[in-house]
T-cell receptor, first 115, second 110 residues
Framework: ETGVTQTPRHLVMGMTNKKSLKCEQH?????MYWYKQSAKKPLELMFV???????ENNSVPSRFSPECPNSSHLFLHLHTLQPEDSALYLC??????????????FGPGTRLTVT | GENVEQHPSTLSVQEGDSAVIKCTYS??????FPWYKQELGKGPQLIID?????GEKKDQRIAVTLNKTAKHFSLHITETQPEDSAVYFC?????????FGKGTRLSVIA
């Protein structure tokens, strides 16, 4: 248990659905991240939030919409996804503001399947 | 930007043998190099890290070495056990978000 929880753990959705992924960290960190993990690809950083402010958006399509209401919670809102969006979505947290120089801790991930 | 290459992509060792995974990076400004272990159905778990002012770091059966001149760093696991079987990722950063390697699937054969 790393102190970072994610719900749901598994999600199957159609291309016209709208769903949200939730992440919560209990480590007192103030930076949070969304990553996408696909088979045979490196971990892809999607978004970074530092003290609730988005500081990184790696050219992610607008069908993915992040929300960070406070330093402990992070959401990823999904709508009109494509089958190629099927992947493991990982949330992570760390201290800030030096971001990655501090140890980064991951949640267990949400396995998303788009049908 | 930073680019991290990791080798090998798969590695099989007999229980009790050592395993070595190597990574190279491109950005000379990188100064933080963590290693993560990911077991099936779980997120990556930080197992050891090294910063650029240190050449080697050990924690029980695992060690990491760093050669800043050559821009490469390695993970060494000694006396491997079946529970060491997992995917291992290296990463590099220099005040920027971590850049990860593609991972090494380690299988320890009993």
């Amino acid at each position: 248990e790393t102190g970072v929880t994610q719900t749901p753990r598994h999600l199957v959705m159609g291309m016209t659905n709208k769903k949200s992924l939730k992440c919560e960290q209990h480590l007192g960190h103030n930076a949070m991240y969304w990553y996408k993990q696909s088979a045979k690809k490196p971990l892809e950083l999607m978004f970074v939030y530092n003290f609730k402010e988005q500081t990184e958006n790696n050219s992610v399509p607008s069908r993915f919409s992040p929300e960070c209401p406070n330093s402990s919670h992070l959401f990823l809102h999904l709508h009109t996804l494509q089958p190629e969006d099927s992947a493991l979505y990982l949330c992570a947290s760390s201290q800030a503001p030096l971001l990655a120089v501090y140890e980064q801790y991951f949640g267990p991930g949400t396995r998303l399947t788009v049908t | 930007g930073e680019n991290v290459e990791q080798h090998p992509s798969t590695l099989s060792v007999q229980e009790g043998d050592s395993a070595v995974i190597k990574c190279t990076y491109s950005d000379s400004a990188s100064n933080y190099f963590p290693w993560y272990k990911q077991e099936l159905g779980k997120g990556p778990q930080l197992i050891i890290d090294i910063r650029s002012n240190v050449g080697e770091k050990k924690d029980q059966r695992i060690a990491v070495t760093l050669n800043k001149t050559a821009k490469h760093f390695s993970l060494h696991i000694t006396e491997t056990q079946p529970e060491d079987s997992a995917v291992y990722f290296c990463a590099a950063s220099g005040n920027t978000p971590l850049v990860f390697g593609k991972g090494t699937r380690l299988s320890v054969i009993a």
